[in-house]
């Protein structure tokens, strides 16, 4: 009992202070390196946080962990490219134009849906501002590295910037709805990101002419005033910054890709997409990318015509498309969600695989990074117990830049990282995080002002 | 019409009769000399320098002298000091002591949430404090009771409230408390209720824009101040311009950090924009101590800590079920983290981190027993000490005024029975500016005892609407008092169903009525014999000041 204890207690020290990247030698799996094929009895040397070798038969160096992968299944860790986990602020739903707020300013590395995350085999997050304004605030790309304490040990750093947009429903319910103020309709909203478009082309002309005129001998000019918001949106056209655009009808994502074309922006990936079917074409034409779910809709009247096939029909029409949570409990089972696409649309494992894998990390900019096991990559693996395609398949361990962050054999009741001394103990609640439209946490309020139902 | 006739004369006659004598009561010692001795006395002049049998000399304000023989001057007041304790006074690091809070009023609704005036988002930096003082704040009077002198004082409001000033816990106006105005630019993370900025991202966005512009703007101004000719005049924007200061690290900003993660933010902008930082209440920052350090950011921490509940150990013989070792489970790691809460303080002194400590969200009775518990946990009396005096000076750019016992500084100075962090330690007196407040020690039980409570008392609450007057009526009975609540304003009598008294204080609420409205007020007061004195508050309303005068028994 009391070496239980001591045990229980090591454990949790080691859990809590992990930091050091180990190297470990994955022997004798069933690799899905989802580029390169499934490699059989194959090992998978880890070193300092990078995959550096692939191979039959590794010999470890001394020094390095040997996690033993006998009949289980080795995959890239998994990339949910539409999140709100891990951050405090979701919505700065107060006006339509949002661009210079940033989820990174308020990263929570204490959330538990984190670690739960990651014991669904994910390791890498997209962050995401919620859909309550046509444009709202920028994203950040996280890495599940639960057990830090700074939030900023949780950014993957170099991975490109990104912006929430939004059409449809929630923008137009919260400002036309709630408050009279523009956009109100789907035109709206068109217009609302036209308009901010050109505002910031103007600031930067602006600026631009300033900057060279000061150069000048004798220059007597009163510069334009700074303006984070423009300065945010110009950063957006000059293709600093990557659109991912909230989006459930194929009309709006047409005009979405009308106003990309006329402002230059190449671009742009549709998160939800859910007539993305009837467009898949011109999104491939385009080049633009979808971020799906695999069958979740009709929680409100624009999200009602749908279909499960829409991630292979988009697939099979050449878009990269990838499967999403938007949601803590669906995140830990993505696996899952990705395997639907073989029942609706007979996707091949390698295809589904990419849904949450290397398609996710290509609509993030980082699959140079991450999404497939080669080498050379960053060491961001989850170990199945099955095909992770599979209805029984359980993941065991994952591996983040090369550190053990799960470990199901060594997983604690107690996973808090900063505990509330005066809290009650938390009771375990099942319809915690399933409000189905988290996109809009913070901004519920504006919905009565609506329906007037107070 | 006789009965009417005859309040008037009592009143009158009460009138005469005590007013002089409530001035007496003023506890403000007599002003014969401004030079006061304290002999025979240990003085801890500043951490680990002690006298013992010494003598403090306080003339004209400030300290003369201190030391072993040391002549008391002829005209000076003597305290004999036997057995006492002299300490220099306690600086607070940040709070809202003696800063009123702006009524709320009933303000128009805002039509474009994004784009509110700026008062309205809680961007009001031009706001000076000073403007907030009253004098007559009964935390003032709390505060100094227990050994603080000075504090670091900042306005209500949200993202950007205003402009601290540190002040003296006493004066006649608010510009006689004030010993440094403008030192500092306050701020907090707090988003708004219902406009921009909504959340915490949304402050920090308006920060930084804020911020840059206030750059941009101070150097147009000066390119516009060298050579007015051919430029367009800078607007002016007193929100900008109050930035100023920060910019040229003239003052630091102070921001209300809290928790660790609040911490991170707070150093975020601080990196981003350059400003010099002091972090005030802190109360979750154990984490955060090698950051700080390498930003040379001050910090004063929260006096405030989680309550320590005691739980009564029943681990004798109960069945150790499952759910049983899962709670102890939990309990472990609650116990875990109340000892980082309250060994936080220890934690920054083992870091190498000068501190000071702040009391904006501490209740004061709990201000000397949380800092038992954080010497318990730690931390040497020396260094509590420390914190409140020495360092909170440093950290404040006082140290030649305040914080230690000096020839030529500031005379706040507090004398206990018993020495500061002793359970059953006592503050006396308290000396702000060399003016000495003199504070009761005597056993509580037997003022009680003295206070006759039972019979009339005439009310007198000042309202903005005047003056209101009432009658209440205390009867004793099985040691308990109750009271009837009757007056010209009031539509019915009103029951006063318990009336606590603990020691002098005074303290009831019971239920009016007023023109068909109810309402409930509760009154606290001190009582000083046949007098009471204190605040009546009306609840989700305003506080007035009350004063009860015991009626005399008329012989009819």
Redesign the interface.
């Known amino acids: 009992m009391n070496m239980k204890k001591l045990s229980i207690a090591l454990l949790l020290i080691s859990v809590m202070y992990p930091a050091v990247a180990q190297n470990i030698l994955i022997k004798n799996g069933t690799v899905l390196t989802v580029t390169k094929g499934v490699l059989v009895n194959t090992d998978v040397l880890v070193k300092d946080g990078k995959i550096s070798q692939l191979g039959k038969n590794i010999t470890a160096p001394t020094g390095y962990r040997i996690l033993d992968a006998s009949g289980k299944f080795v995959m890239p860790g998994i990339i949910d490219a539409h999140s709100h986990e891990g951050i ?9 134009v ?1 661009a ?4 990174g ?2 990263l ?1 590395p ?1 959330q538990i849906s984190l670690y739960r995350a990651l014991a669904g085999g994910v390791t890498t997050i997209h962050t995401m ?1 919620g859909s309550a304004n046509a444009i709202g ?1 920028q994203c950040e790309t996280i890495k599940l590295r639960y057990g830090v ?4 040990e949780l950014i993957m750093n170099g991975a490109p910037r990104t912006i929430k947009f939004a059409l449809g429903e929630n923008p137009t319910r919260v400002h036309g709805g709630g ?3 523009v956009p109100r309709t789907r035109m709206g909203v068109e217009f609302v990101m036209r308009e901010s478009f050109s505002k910031a082309k103007e600031y930067s002309a602006a600026w631009d002419t300033y900057t060279k005129n000061k150069t000048q001998k004798g220059f ?4 334009p ?5 423009l300065e945010t949106l110009a950063e957006v056209l000059k293709g600093n910054i990557l659109i991912h655009c909230h989006s459930y009808r194929a009309d709006e994502i047409y005009m979405m890709l009308n106003v990309c074309k006329d402002f230059g922006i190449k671009k742009i990936v549709f998160q939800h997409v859910n007539e993305g079917f009837k467009v898949a074409p011109e999104l491939a034409a385009f080049g633009a990318m979808a971020s799906v779910f695999s069958d979740w809709w009709a929680y409100k009247f624009e999200v009602y015509y749908s279909t499960a096939y829409n991630a292979a029909i988009l697939t099979r029409n050449g878009v990269t498309t990838s499967i999403n949570s938007d949601d803590p409990e669906l995140m830990r089972h993505l696996y899952h969600e990705a395997s639907k696409t073989q029942k609706y649309g007979g996707l091949k494992d390698e295809e589904a695989l990419a849904l949450i894998t290397i398609n996710p990390a290509k609509q993030l900019g980082i699959e140079d990074r991450v999404g497939s096991i080669e080498v050379g990559k960053e060491a961001d693996i989850s170990i199945f117990s099955a095909h992770p395609l599979s209805i029984y398949a359980v993941p065991l361990i994952t591996i983040v830049d090369g550190v053990v962050r799960f470990d199901r054999e060594k997983d604690p ?2 996973m ?1 990282i ?6 009650e ?1 938390d009771m375990a609640d099942f319809t915690e995080g399933h409000d189905h439209d988290r996109c809009m946490q ?1 901004a519920e ?1 504006m919905f009565d002002t609506l329906f007037r139902t107070n | 019409m006789e009965t009417f006739y005859h309040k008037i004369t009592v009143v009158f006659l009460v009138l005469i009769a005590f007013v002089p004598a409530w001035g007496q009561e003023e506890r403000e010692l007599g002003s014969v000399s401004r030079t006061y001795a304290i002999t025979n006395v240990t003085i801890i002049q500043s951490p680990g320098r002690q006298v013992d049998g010494g003598t403090l000399v306080i003339k004209d304000g400030l300290i003369k002298s201190v030391g072993k023989n040391i002549a008391v001057p002829p005209e000076a007041i003597i305290i004999k000091g036997d057995s006492l304790f002299v300490y220099a006074g306690f600086i607070d690091g940040l709070s809202r002591v003696g800063v009123v809070k702006p009524r709320e009023e009933i303000r128009e609704k805002i039509k474009d949430p994004g784009n509110p005036p700026p008062d309205r988002a809680g961007i009001s930096p031009y706001v000076d404090v000073r403007n907030f003082l009253n004098t007559a704040d009964k935390n003032i009077e709390e505060l100094r009771a227990i050994g603080f002198t000075t504090a670091h004082v900042v306005p209500y409001g949200g993202m950007l409230p205003g402009q601290s000033a540190i002040i003296s816990l006493a004066g006649k106006s608010a510009d006689d408390m004030v010993l440094v105005p403008v030192s500092s630019l306050y701020s907090e993370l707090t988003p708004n209720e219902r406009v921009y900025p909504v959340t915490v991202i949304g402050v920090m966005a308006k920060w930084r824009e804020l911020y840059r512009q206030a750059v941009q703007a101070k150097s147009y101004e000066a390119v516009y101040a060298s050579n007015r000719s051919g430029l367009e005049p800078p607007a002016t924007n007193r929100i900008l311009v109050s930035f100023n200061p920060v910019i040229d690290k003239r003052i630091p900003v102070l921001f209300k950090a809290e928790k660790f993660l609040d911490i991170q933010r707070v150093l975020a902008l601080q990196s981003d924009l350059g400003f010099s930082l002091l972090a005030g209440d802190i109360k979750e920052g154990w984490d955060a101590t090698t950051k700080l350090k390498a930003s040379g950011t001050k910090v004063f921490l929260s006096l405030d800590l989680p309550e320590d509940k005691k739980k009564d150990d029943k681990k004798s013989e109960e069945k150790k079920d499952t759910i049983t070792v899962e709670k102890d489970q939990l309990e472990k790691r609650k116990d875990e983290f109340m000892a980082k809460h309250v060994g936080q303080a220890f934690a920054y002194q083992q870091a190498g981190i000068s501190f000071g400590f702040a009391t904006l969200s501490v209740k004061t009775r709990d201000i000397q027993p949380n800092l038992r518990r954080m010497i318990k946990a730690g931390l040497t009396e020396d260094q509590a000490l420390a914190a409140l005096t020495i360092n909170s000076a440093q950290l404040l750019g006082l140290s030649d005024r305040l914080g230690s016992l000096d020839p030529g500084k500031i005379a706040n100075v507090i004398i206990s029975e018993r020495p500061y962090f002793h359970e059953k330690s006592k503050v006396k007196y308290v000396f702000v500016e060399g003016v000495p407040y003199k504070l009761d020690s005597k056993d509580s039980k037997k003022e009680e005892s003295k206070i006759q409570l039972e019979g009339d008392w005439s009310l007198t609450a000042t309202t903005p609407q005047g003056k209101s007057e009432s009658t209440l009526n205390i009867t004793k009975t099985e040691g308990k008092y109750k009271g009837k609540l009757s007056g010209n304003q009031l539509t019915e009598t009103a029951e006063v169903n318990e009336i606590k008294l603990e020691g002098r204080k005074l303290n009831f609420s019971c239920l009016i009525n007023v023109q068909g409205q109810q309402m409930k007020i509760t009154i606290d007061a001190t009582v000083e014999g046949d007098f009471f004195k204190g605040t009546v508050q009306v609840e989700g309303a305003d506080s007035f000041p009350v004063e009860g005068k015991k009626v005399p028994k008329l012989n009819r």
Do not use: L, M, Q
């Open positions: 405090d602020a979701i919505n700065e739903w107060s006006t339509p949002t210079e707020v940033f989820v300013d308020a929570n204490f501002h605030g304490k700074d939030p900023k408050n009279a103020i007597r000019g009163t510069p005033e700074y303006n984070y918001r009741d107690d808090r900063y505990v509330d001394p005066r809290a103990i913070g309020d």
